[in-house]
């Protein structure tokens, strides 16, 4: 729990080869969008450049040649290459955010799948929300990596390589000048990195603390309260709130100074080349059109250190997202299925317990030696107070847990040998708490499998006595179910949730009875109901109902994780032992309900 | 449009000054940056006319120590402005958790923890990047735009109406694609929540899909509500993709404009060659406002959205606090508690919880209250330290009514030790001495003996000292139980009220604390709540709370002997004995 917890406090390192490496990887099936991206952008990154160029031929073969018509023409080329840049520029950017879209897409099916797979022992131990971000806000923060970071670097790195090209090919020693600013941006670039970096650690550090100290105190508000220490607990929230103030403005000041430098690395460019190129042109060595190309491209070439920052921050982002990610897809808290299944034919439905010892974690055990059988069509109620084990029997009989030792045997196969999933397809699980999807009733009870029909839903629900109700429902079986059913009545809810075990029809129906009390006509609907639900399978239920178990062929009496005594309710009574005294305590009452 | 931003006013009130200096040096530096052009275009001119090498030297020598001056300021820009949004984050954060304190228990259970959470980092911060870079870029942009325009105009009115002319068509071509933007970016928002939607009922049905073997169909959904988000994306992207080029596009046709216009000019001998430079110099200048004026307005529009987030909370009633009425001459308490014909709700549309109850407990006295869960016993003992106000009636302590003590006073004269125990992760010392203003060690000792806490502490690591929590030792519900009562002991309350404290507790060491709490509540008043009634036995007066009203009033004996719902919790209890301790 506690590392689980530090989870959401993970704000990412600026970059880390690992995690990239591998975020990589979910690129890979797009690699032809890459390349069309890079061909794209290389032809993308030559067009700009290539102005200022045409540019310099305007300046140098017409204006001073006073040709209008060339001119003109130029004009023309400039605007053609300019709307073709718009273009390809468009398809470029609607590509790649299509790539990095689909890259999410196949993560976030990738996380949901993973999170289906994992054994419930991971949802005891993890909270829903932040299970949920991890599918929803997590991976959509990675978008911006995909989608502009990716490409973006590529395309930063062309435009200069094609700047190059054109300054070199105008004039190499002005292009040697003007680019021997280039060390000091460099320099000045890593400075800042660092000392950024160093900044970010120590607001990261202030944020981390600030967020643990408002989300224990938000949690413990009653107690800050009750003390009235809402005074001295403010102070001591100021001062971290401070700490984190003064961290932000310190990395503040480095983006102060590290801005206004490039500005003044690029205007000593921009002097060099008045002042160098100025001087060859004098000496006729250079055209005016070439300081004028050089005055665009020094424009050109500063553009992306500007937008370093920005990068820096999808980066992190990014980085931050993908470990939370990973994490998760890496825990393997699976219930395993064999290598070797066996495919069991023409179930019957008898269970076997043998010697069962079982713990959700280790040491602790909960179920201690038990054993019983259960034979086909045989129903078997359990009963026990409050921690006896009975939760804890049904969840390994469907394998959402494994036992430590023993066995559990369908019609005399152990139940480790089949696979989960047919394991389970001829169990109908009833659980106490009625829990509805978004969608119709009739998706309710189906859930929507495609081998369910209509009639069968419908027969289904007339089975359990649901029927009715549904019907008169404005638009039936296709009612939508808002908010978890919160229009639906407890009973009706439960009602649901047997006709939803009945439509699979099972071998086996294992029912956790609802403690929450309920008016007498529902009662009686849910007690015809379970007596349908219970007829020709075997049936196990946690009963909280004395109809229930006194109709019951079986009850088995758990205490302390053990199975202590079995028999009828009548043999049971006699006896005076503990579910003598269960009865008194738990089921008495509804005796004198009936006769009342 | 914005209206809720405008409640920022007093935080920039208070750093005006800070603020007009930073105004001061926006325009400054802007002064700086436009005048570059200028130097750029006489420097070429020379090229085209008297060839002054020295000029040239002079000019790049200018251009340096301008973008020089240019970079102090713009620096100190950012030392004021973005300062500033720093301070006022603080501010605005510390004014957030003053106001969050003062607010009823009841907001803290409509509310959940990450809610507020995200109330005081996501909303706070998209705020300050309003009040820092959204306002740094408007003002500079603002005021670049308006010093360059009539430089333009000063060198050639006709080419900066030419160069401007595409400047009309782009704004209105940005308005309507903003327009259609904002309704697909509506319906992006509408699938993201039901993709979590989705996520969260699956999550939380889980036990049913993995009994029924519904996983590969709940990924099929899943994966098609992926889809359908996907396409809304790229739906949006369709435009935003257009965006980027529009800009470019603009950009790059002033400064065609520039050159053929111009160019034809010079020929004409109308214009000098470095008014082109300069043009296409102001034109990249210009370009940027025009950029980021649609990356501002997104900040405005989220900062908006954030804010009146924001003010929904600060607007959240008090509901508990002092007023008018306070008698503040009130300074103690001594202990005598009464309730007057109290009814209480939780709210108008709920059940009512106590109905018309009355009774009074004499100071030094220790009583008791019973009943089945869900009767209403914490809301009963919640009234008292004003957890929450009575819906109608009133609760006297020394026959003032607790609505006209003074806050403080009332509560650290109460000890409530509440039915969920929560320590802070700090060390055991100081949870104990937490509702203490300067506590001594002996105190610590002294309380944890009562507590029967001093036994386990010793096989603590660090004592007394010893970390709690997720960055220490974890204790057990009992050691957690005790650690709360011994903190509600070490404020020497008037009053203490155990809200089922001992549920964690065995009972041999319930009998141990009971007894030595006895000589420590000896002139003090107590009520405990409980469902063992061990606990509550050796009381002076038990109550039995049933349906919002006392059903039952006396000792232990007299209880039991009048065969009601305290005789059956008596009787069940003892079932339940015998249950535990057969084997």
Known sequence: MAEEQKDDEILGKAYDSKLMRRLLKYVQPYKKYVLLAISLNILVAALGPLRPYLGKIAFDDYIAAKNYHGLLLIAGALLGSLIFQAIVQYFLTYYTELMGQKIIFDLRVQIFSHIQKLALKYFDKTPIGRTVTRVTNDVDALNDMFSSGIVAVFSDVFVIIWIFIFMFSMSWDLALVTLSVIPFLFYATFLFRKKVREAYRDVRFHLARLN???????????????????????????????????????????????????????????????????????????????????????????????????????????MASSERIFKLLDNKTFINDPEVPVQPENVKGAIEFNNVWFAYNPGEHVLKNVSFKINPGETVAIVGATGAGKTSLINILTRFYDIEKGSITLDGTDIREIRKHELRKYISLVLQDVFLFSGTIKSNISLGSDKITGDQIVEAAKTVGAHRFIS??????????????????????????????????????????ATSSIDTESEQLIQNAIEKLLVGRTSIVIAHRLSTIQNADKILVMHKGELKESGTHQELLIKKGIYYRLYQLQYKDQEIVKTV | MFGHLAHL?????????????????????????????????????????????????????????????????????????????????????????EHIQKLPLRFFQNNSTGNIMSHATNDINSVRSFVGPAVMYSIDNGVLFFMIIPIMISLSPLLTLYALLPLPFLSILIYLVMK?????????????????????????????????????????????????????????????????????????????????????????????????????????????????????????????????????????????????????????????????NVTFRYSENFPVVLDNISFKIEKGKTVAFIGYTGVGKTSLIDLIPRLYDVTSGEVLIDGINVKNIPLDVLRTNVGLVPQETFLFSDTLTNNILYGTENGLQETVEKVSDIAQLSKDVKDFPNGYETILGERGITLSGGQKQRSTLARALAIDPKILILDDSFSAVDTHTEEEILKRLKEFMAKRTSIIISHRISTVKDSDKIFVLDKGKIAELGTHEELVALGGIYADLHYRQLLEEELSEMS
């Open chain 2, 180 to 340: 259609k933007v904002h309704v697909r970016y509506t319906r992006i928002q509408e699938k993201f929540s039901d993709l979590t939607t989705s996520a969260q009922e699956n999550f939380s049905g889980i036990r049913v899909i993995k009994s029924y073997v519904r996983e590969e169909y709940e990924i099929d959904q899943f994966t098609k509500e992926s889809d359908e988000y996907l396409k809304r994306k790229m739906h949006l992207v369709k435009l935003q993709a257009m965006f980027q080029p529009i800009f470019f596009m603009l950009a790059g046709l002033s400064s065609i404009i520039v050159i053929l216009f111009g160019g034809n000019m010079v020929m004409d001998g109308k214009l000098s060659v470095g008014t082109i430079f300069a043009f296409v110099f102001y034109l990249s200048l210009l370009i940027w406002p025009m950029i980021s004026f649609g990356f501002v307005a997104n900040i405005i529009q989220q900062a908006d959205a954030s804010m009146k987030r924001l003010l929904k909370i600060f607007n959240e009633p008090y509901e508990v606090s002092d007023n008018g009425e306070t008698d503040s001459a009130v300074q103690s308490l001594e202990g005598t508690i009464e309730f007057k």
């Open chain 1, 212 to 318: 643990t100290y408002m989300q224990e105190h938000v949690t413990g508000m009653n107690i800050v309260q009750i003390f009235a220490k809402e005074k001295s607990e403010l102070k001591k929230f100021s001062s971290i709130n401070w700490n984190h103030r003064t961290a932000n403005v310190k990395s503040v000041f480095y983006y102060a100074v590290f801005f206004p430098f490039v500005e003044f690395l690029s205007s000593i460019t921009v002097a060099l080349i008045i002042w160098y190129g100025g001087g060859k042109v004098i000496q006729e060595h250079l055209t005016i059109g070439i300081l004028f190309a050089f005055l665009q491209y020094t424009e050109m070439f500063w553009r992306p250190v500007r937008d370093l920052s920005e990068k820096y921050n999808i980066l992190q982002t990014a």
């Open chain 1, 472 to 513: 008169q429902l404005p638009n039936g079986y296709d009612e939508e179910v808002k908010e978890k059913g919160a229009t639906l009545s407890v009973g009706q809810k439960q009602l649901i949730s047997f006709a939803r075990a009945l439509a699979y029809n099972p071998q086996i129906l294992i029912l956790d009875e």
């Open chain 2, 9 to 97: 006013k007093k935080y920039f009130v208070r750093y005006k000054k800070k603020l007009s200096l930073g105004v001061l040096f926006i325009l400054l530096s802007n002064l700086c940056t436009v005048y570059i052009p200028l130097l750029i275009k006489d420097s070429i001119n020379s090229l085209t006319s008297n060839f002054s090498f020295p000029l040239l030297v002079n000019h790049a020598l200018l251009i340096v120590g301008t973008t020089l001056v240019a970079g102090v300021f713009s620096f100190l820009i950012r030392q004021t402005i973005i300062v500033v949004s720093r301070e006022i984050e603080f501010d605005l954060r510390k004014d957030f958790w």
